[in-house]
DNA sequence: AAGTCTACCAACCGCCCTCAT
DNA sequence: AATGAGGGCGGTTGGTAGACT
């Protein structure tokens, strides 16, 4: 026995709304609220079923929605979690401010996903496609290459999840905290959200601050050993090839401090000292900030990267077997050692997101401990090799895209 | 100019989850 | 525990506009 339809669809409109729809759905809402979806359309006058006025409604009409093109932030920050939370579009829609996650869904199906497919990267998976049907020194180099690409993913991936833990271990201090706080003054009124967010306010950060601290890092540091890398574990990847991608449009983003100057490699210039959000940012929030945004808890602007994987390896030596998890605390920890605390400013991550990796997106936890190791062992010699291996990618995709074209 | 193809995206559909009863 | 309402979510469809032949 099926459920019964949410509304008689005998009678009721279907297909594009008309600008008239449009207004009395609008103006309905603006002076009651939308209340029960069901019982809306009679009361709007709208021949309509509630489904559908609320799907208008949050994917269209709301007034805080963003429109228009995604920026190059925008989709690197919608790659990197599609490879950690995979078609998660709710999630991955409420760490971009005042985007929908049917917006998303679309942007993702009809231009991340095509130039994900035409770089030779599996958009499911997020891992390099492997052609067996062909060999040749330039499908080694290629495999190497993407090799690379794939440890530099697990970095990133390690990366993103011991952040987000980081965040929801400091959360759990702060919520009771916080809740004493609001406790003691005037409710402020609840958030509306946008598919369960509210548009924020932008802090001054510069996005994928981390990501991009951590490239920093692992480029402009020699490290100790020159143990050879191994390629068998591909894990997924993020923004390295959100910049790839972007090549065939703009590759200068007004947020990236990364740049693919033609076939000449650059040093990375300095990244901003991460600033502290504070935890109530405005008067009426859930302290929801952008995946992208959450700060490190960095002190200084330093190169840590090192001490942190060092303490993470002695960390992940001391609780090893206690916890699937482990890999993840031993992370926060490592963090939490080389950074001296947790900033106590640190704002917390959307709960959504967090539940995702906890659900069991986190999958690739096993990898942590051998990106780790890798990623200490990946010498300058190799990262610039690195980088130019990327540009040559880069550059093969054009020159392919001209062909093709 | 007309027909066809392709890309895009708003909207729909059906399943699932949560909550109240 | 079972049931149903309400709403959220992700996959898919179909209309439309622009490009191409």
Redesign the pocket.
Known sequence: ????P?CE?VGL?????TPEEDQKLIAYIEEFG??????LPSKAGLQ?C???C???W???LRPDIK?GKFSLQEEQTIIQLHALLG?????IAAQLPRRT???I???W???LK?RLTRMGIDPTTHKPKTDTTSGGSSNCQYSKDSANLSHMAQWESARLEAEARLVRETNKMKVQRQLEFESSKPQTPARLFL??ITPLVQPSLPPCLDILKAWQSSWSKPTQSNETLNSNNSSRMHSMYAMMLSNDENLESPTSTLNFPGTTLLPLPPLPVPVSIPMTNNNNNNNIVPFNQVPLPLTDNTNNDDEIWKQFNLTKQNTEGDHEDDDIMAAVEAFRSSCGGFDNNIPPISS?VLQALEDGNGGDHENLNESSSLMCNVNLEENKHYWNSILGLVNESDDMNIVLG
Request: with cysteine; glycine share 8%.
């Open positions: 026995m099926g459920r019964s949410c669809k409109k279907k297909g594009p709304w939308h209340g029960s979806w069901r019982a309509r509630g489904k559908s609320r799907l208008r949050t994917n269209y429109r078609n998660r579009w709710s999630a996650d049917n917006e869904k679309n942007y199906n009809t231009h095509k598919n369960k959504n």
